[in-house]
């Protein structure tokens, strides 16, 4: 247990679908991160937000819609996927200076 | 851009042996963190080991410890007495700066599998 959460576990969805994964952390941090990991390839960070501010948007395609409505929560809205979104969703979070600790994960899978 | 590059897919090691894994990257910055990452089969990534750039002496956690050169830019992890407990993917990742919400970037990662 890291102290980051996230919900879904586990996400078979269609292409025409909304979905939301959801994350907390109860570290009292006050960055969080969605990151993708697909298979063969490097950890990619998608969205960064700080103190509830968008800080960062790795230039991640609008179907996945990000939203932080505190510093202890965090969303990824997803809306008409393709197949190649398939991955392991995970989410992060963090203090200033320090390492960030990963929440388990959300694996997705998009028919 | 900084990139991280762990050269190593795969590396094995016997039960109770040692065994190194690489990871250089590139940066133009002065201040700097390094980390290493542990995924195992249950895909919680965990951390291993951090160092501080501006900190000469190489950091320890038990069994694990790092070399790293900072002139090089190579910071290599050292697992001991390695337990079949210790069979993951190991990300090397850097993290620039000291604000929050700064971004990691990860290396390609190494399975590192132990033979009993």
């Known amino acids: 247990e890291t102290g980051v959460t996230q919900t879904p576990r586990h996400l078979v969805m269609g292409m025409t679908n909304k979905k939301s994964l959801k994350c907390e952390q109860h570290l009292g941090h006050n960055a969080m991160y969605w990151y993708k990991q697909s298979a063969k390839k490097p950890l990619e960070l998608m969205f960064v937000?700080?103190?509830?501010?968008?800080?960062e948007n790795n230039s991640v395609p609008s179907r996945f819609s990000p939203e932080c409505p505190n510093s202890s929560h965090l969303f990824l809205h997803l809306h008409t996927l393709q197949p190649e979104d398939s991955a392991l969703y995970l989410c992060?979070?963090?203090?200033?200076?320090?390492?960030?600790?990963f929440g388990p994960g959300t694996r997705l899978t998009v028919l | 851009a900084q990139t991280v590059t762990q050269s190593q897919p795969e590396m094995s090691v016997q039960e109770a042996e040692t065994v190194t894994l690489s990871c250089t990257y590139d940066t133009s910055e002065s201040d700097y963190y390094l980390f290493w990452y542990k995924q195992p089969p249950s895909r919680q990534m965990i951390l291993v080991i951090r160092?501080?750039?501006?900190?000469?002496q190489n950091a320890t956690e038990n069994r694990f410890s790092v070399n790293f050169q900072k002139a090089a830019k190579s910071f290599s992890l050292k697992i001991s007495d390695s337990q079949l407990g210790d069979a993951a993917m190991y990300f090397c990742a850097y993290r620039e700066g000291e604000t929050s919400g700064s971004r990691l970037t990860f290396g390609e990662g190494t399975q590192l599998t132990v033979n009993p």
């Open positions: 992060a979070s963090s203090k200033t200076r320090n390492e960030q600790f």
């Open positions: 160092q501080e750039a501006y900190k000469q």
């Open positions: 937000y700080n103190f509830k501010e968008q800080t």
